[in-house]
């Protein structure tokens, strides 16, 4: 069996997403190393998130949003391959959650971590309530023309390009909601 070129347009990637998905989980030795198509734009590279620079304070922001978001108990989350942008070297990681159903974009440091013990605040957890994830319940579309130009409706084939990037090549990391504290309404009602 030949592999399939890695540079296909994006529309092919698209079109084709359920499928490669499907082939994919049936032949994940044949592509160990190479990217998922869909998941790299052109041009970008490819690189471990805990090699980069930024990891401390990524583990960081994922714990805090998983305290955020996330229910009791353990979560294991699929952290892509740190993608980095030929023109810009912007960089950043798809963070596929399974337990929500959902897919993070978080933006990374290119000059690394400054601090990880610094807590977010609500507004900018919000950013990843909200606006910087993808829910695969509401916000997956079978066609782009489905997603008619949309800034937060994906493809199905896209997301199913995203997952396999992150489940196949990605690195897991497994969290526990910490505790919640009590919110000053809570201690006054008492």
Known sequence: ????????PAAWARAAG?????WLAAVP???????????T????????????????????????IVDDQG????????IGRVVTTAEDGHAFVRVYWPRQRAILLVSLNR?????????????ALGW????????????????EADVSGSSYLVTRA????????????GTELALRRARRRRSDADADAQ
């Open 1 to 8: 069996m030949s592999r399939p070129s890695l540079r296909a």
């Open 18 to 22: 359920l499928s490669l998905a499907l």
């Open 29 to 39: 030795c044949a592509l160990a190393d190479e990217p998922v198509e869909g998941y």
């Open 41 to 64: 734009p052109p041009g970008a590279s490819l690189s471990p998130p805990r090699a980069h620079p930024d990891w401390p304070c990524l583990a960081a922001l994922l714990q805090q």
């Open 71 to 78: 229910a009791a108990g353990r979560h294991v989350l699929h």
């Open 111 to 123: 000059d690394g971590c400054a601090d990880p013990g610094y807590r977010h605040d609500s507004l």
């Open 128 to 143: 990843y309530r909200s606006k910087a994830r993808i829910d695969l319940d509401q916000g997956v579309r079978a066609t």
């Open 158 to 169: 896209w997301a199913d390009a995203v997952i396999a990037e992150c489940t196949t090549h």
